[in-house]
Structure formats: C-alpha cells, structure tokens
C-alpha cells in the first residue's frame, strides 16, 4: 500500500520560497508518475506539476510554470516542490499524489494514492 507523507509547508510572504517534500513508501515507483495538486478555499482541486518517475521528466500548469520546480530523489523515495516567488493567489493545501500510469500523469482521475496534504499560505 502506498503511503505519501508531505511536509514543508507553512506561511511565507509574497515573494517568498518554500519547499514542500514528499515522503513515498510501499512501492517501488519506477512506473509512476508523481504529481502535486492544491486546493484553495472554495475552488477544486487542481494540477500542479508532476514528474515520471524513471524519465525524470516535468510538467507543469501555466500558473506556476518558472516560478515552482518539481524533482524526485530516488534513494530517499521522495518527490519536493520547490516554490520560489510566490503570489497571495498560490494560498491552498498542495496535495503529493501517486499515479501507476505515469502517461496520464495530467490526469487527476489517475492518481490513486494521495498524501494528507500541507497547507500553504502566501501574505501580500
């Protein structure tokens, strides 16, 4: 069974960074895709960046792309969001979540496992 622990999150101000991490055990991840998803008071939940695992390569949404960077450290088994310049509209818990089939990684529907997640808040 897939456990993922997130930690890192906090209140920063506008401009700011903070780094959020993701601890990932019961599974080997060579075939999934990790992504973080938020959700902001009273809006859904939605994509934020993901990574496949074995490729190491990054996805991103259009709100955060060059301001946030996701990467994955295979011998700890975590995936990190690193948020730099962040808005008051970046305000949400930020979910990790896990998804076996790591083409759809876009694909909220896909990710069957997800964190308890973090909150984050941005001050203007």
């Known amino acids: 069974q897939v456990q993922l622990v997130e930690s890192g999150g906090g209140l920063v101000q506008a401009g700011g960074s903070l780094r959020l991490s993701c601890a990932a055990s019961?599974?080997?991840?060579?075939?999934?895709?990790m992504g973080w998803f938020r959700q902001a008071p009273g809006k859904e939940r939605e994509f934020v960046a993901a990574i496949r695992w074995s490729f190491g390569d990054t996805y991103y949404a259009d709100s955060v792309k060059g301001r946030f960077t996701i990467s994955r450290d295979n011998a700890k088994s975590a995936v990190y969001l690193q948020m730099n310049s962040l808005k008051p509209e970046d305000t949400a818990v930020y979910y990790c979540?896990?998804?076996?089939?790591?083409?759809?990684?876009?694909?909220?529907?896909?990710?069957?496992?997800w964190g308890q997640g973090t909150q984050v808040t941005v001050s203007s």
């Open positions: 979540a896990a998804n076996p089939v790591a083409f759809t990684y876009k694909v909220e529907a896909r990710y069957d496992s």
């Open positions: 019961g599974r080997t991840f060579t075939n999934y895709a």
